[in-house]
């Protein structure tokens, strides 16, 4: 065991979604050293609570499906998730994405070296719905001169590069906590605004130089599809630089505050 | 010069090498402040053999020597040296001269010298370097050429056949170990030619853009502690010198737990296997290499039987053996000069040389005879 639990955000279910939920369990299970459980936080929607309702589970995992009672959104249900979570240490694992099967192995092996880190981000590999190789993300803070200490990403670095994935991270409950946790009224960069107020309180955070977690990008009907594509949901050029500039102004803030993009 | 005045010579010289007072002069490069591989090698067997009695001292060709303890350590602070330019150097008979094989025109200038004088190969690609066509090191007196590996030595055989060899086995230090926390993603580069490792380091980028974020290290001009300290912080070491003679860097790399990615030299050096490092005879196949292990080593995909055979080749070169090396060669080469000595002495005087001679003076000896 390993002091970990694995979070597992599901927004909605279909034939492709209960295909990657499989996928995604599996790369659970192949680890050589599992979680001690996973919780599978669900939006609460018609479709998805009958399916989970008969959801058979693999035996080997100490799985709890849990309702997010009245939310759908993202933020919220990794929260959600959070509060509920017992060991020292979480994992937010996409229902699309999976991880690398020496990942918790080789993080056992970086805790035990780094004992001061907060937030271990993995290598991810992004790849296209075909699986193909698009790139690496969380791999730049270990170019040389990049960040103030190689490897590790910090506050200054943060306000130049955005591009971070805390998919796959494994992240002291302690310490997500004490800042507040994701924000759900940030739209598009949440996930950059919270390491921007992880780092402003001095969270240490480092990239495990070890490929960890392979995350499909921009998958049809996902988050930031949809915020590329949907009508509804559609985020503007103007938009996007207004919350990357929002997440700049409101990680000084612990506490989640209500903001509306006006156009 | 006369009969006695020959006698009290040799005398002299067999009372020096029998309580191992003769001097044995190691003609040393300046590094000029440089960690250098071959340099550290003279440096220990003078060490070893001062640790052990044997009067072993430094000689350089200039006076403005660089000091070797700021990049070798403090521990070889109190090891002398003589300066040929400074005019401090004086040889008896009995005395022996270790020529690298690099200083092979220095043969030309102390062949008057009146003590021996060997060679010490330890790169032998330089052998014939200096050397007049035809002329091999017996031209200019010299009988016995010390050397690190047997390969060498079976290949300076078959150019210089009428030497007496010996092998030395090189130690590699315990400076060399591994990291405390695991590696990052940085590669030590060593190649005897610069553009080499420029040559590696671009292709690899254009090749491989995906690991632009993989930092290289070009281990040149590093004190001894700092390389080793760069080297077992990397994951991976690549490795290109097709004249190397012994290999230190690969087994140094091995030594703090780090594969090597290496071209295997014209002379292939005898810890060499298949399974301890990954080697190619082609330069323009390395960077393929590199960019298949360093996405192996990101996927956790490497066997753990090359980390156990880098360090089963590697435990061949301890301290221990380093020491029995060193000692059964100086140990021999001193007893073969005594030998050469009382012969000579044997010679003439009419009853041989008194075997108590160490204990009484040499006017007693001549009383006696």
């Known amino acids: ?263 | 010069m006369s009969n006695n005045d020959q006698i009290v010579k040799l005398t002299h010289a067999l009372e020096k090498l029998k309580s191992k007072d003769a001097a044995i002069y190691f003609l040393t490069m300046d590094t000029k402040g440089h960690a250098k591989a071959s340099v550290t090698l003279t440096y220990n067997i003078v060490k070893e053999l001062r640790e052990n009695n044997y009067n072993a001292i430094i000689m350089h060709e200039k006076s403005d020597y660089h000091d070797i303890t700021t990049w070798l350590g403090d521990e070889y602070k109190d090891i002398p040296h003589v300066s040929i330019e400074a005019k401090q150097v004086e040889v008896i008979i009995s005395d022996l001269v270790v020529i690298p094989e690099v200083f092979g025109h220095v043969l030309e200038q102390t062949k008057e010298m009146p003590c021996e004088k060997i060679i010490l190969s330890q790169a032998y690609d330089y052998a014939l370097e200096t050397l007049p066509p035809g002329l091999s090191w017996r031209n200019y007196g010299v009988g016995v050429c010390l050397t690190t590996t047997q390969t060498q030595v079976e290949y300076l055989k078959t150019i210089m056949g009428n030497l007496t060899y010996y092998e030395i086995t090189p130690d590699i230090g315990d400076v060399f170990k591994k990291h405390d926390k695991p590696q990052p993603p940085l590669i030590s580069i060593h190649t005897r030619d610069a553009r080499d490792t420029m040559k590696i380091i671009k292709s690899f980028y254009l090749k491989f853009p995906q690991f632009k974020w993989i930092t290289f290290r070009d281990l040149r001009n590093l004190t001894l502690n700092k390389f080793a300290e760069d080297l077992s912080e990397s994951f991976l070491s690549v490795w290109v010198d097709d004249i190397s003679g012994f290999g230190t860097f690969p087994l140094e790399s091995m030594k703090c737990g780090v594969p090597v990615i290496g071209k295997v030299p014209n002379l292939k050096p005898e810890w060499m296997t298949e399974e301890n490092g990954i080697w190619s005879y082609e330069f323009n196949q390395l960077v393929d290499i590199l960019g298949n292990f360093v996405q192996k080593w990101l996927e956790d995909e490497l066997p753990e039987e090359l980390y156990t055979d880098m360090e089963k080749t590697v435990k061949k070169y301890t301290k221990e053996n380093f020491h029995n090396s060193v000692m059964s060669t100086f140990k021999a080469i001193n007893e073969r000069k005594i030998m050469e000595v009382r012969m000579n002495l044997e010679k003439l005087t009419p009853v041989g040389p008194q075997d108590n001679i160490e204990e009484g003076s040499v006017s007693e000896l001549f009383n006696k005879n």
Request: hydrophobic content about 35%; overall charge negative.
């Open chain 1, 1 to 263: 065991m390993s002091d970990i639990s694995v979070i597992i955000p599901i927004n909605e279910i279909n034939e492709t979604i209960k295909g990657y939920l499989v996928k995604c369990v599996e790369s659970i299970n192949k680890q050589s050293v599992k979680p001690d459980k996973v919780y599978v936080v669900h939006a609460d929607t018609k479709e998805v609570n009958e399916f989970f309702k008969t959801w058979e589970t693999p035996e080997e995992l100490n799985i709890e499906v849990v309702v997010n009672k009245d939310k759908t959104d993202f933020c919220s249900q990794v929260n959600c998730g959070v509060e509920k979570v017992e060991t020292e240490w979480f994992s937010v694992l996409e229902v699309d994405d999976e991880y690398a099967k020496s990942w918790f192995k080789n993080t056992k092996t970086y805790m035990e070296a780094y004992d001061d880190v907060d937030i271990f981000l993995p290598l991810v590999v992004d790849v296209d719905e075909g699986h193909n190789f698009l790139g690496f993300t969380n791999e730049s803070i270990w170019a040389m001169k990049f960040s103030e200490k190689m490897g590790e990403l910090d506050n200054n670095t943060l306000l130049n590069y955005q591009n971070y994935q805390t998919s796959g991270a494994i992240i002291k409950k302690e310490s997500y906590v004490s800042v507040g946790m994701l924000k759900s009224s940030m739209r598009l960069t949440f996930v950059y605004e919270f390491l921007l107020r992880a780092t402003y309180n001095d969270f240490r955070i480092m990239t495990i130089p070890k490929i960890g977690y392979k995350h499909m990008n921009m998958r049809e009907n996902s988050l930031f599809w949809d915020y590329k594509n949907d009508p509804k949901e559609k985020i503007s050029p103007e938009e996007a630089a207004f919350w990357v500039e929002q997440a700049k102004k409101e990680y000084f803030f612990t506490y989640d505050r209500a903001i509306e993009y006006e156009n």
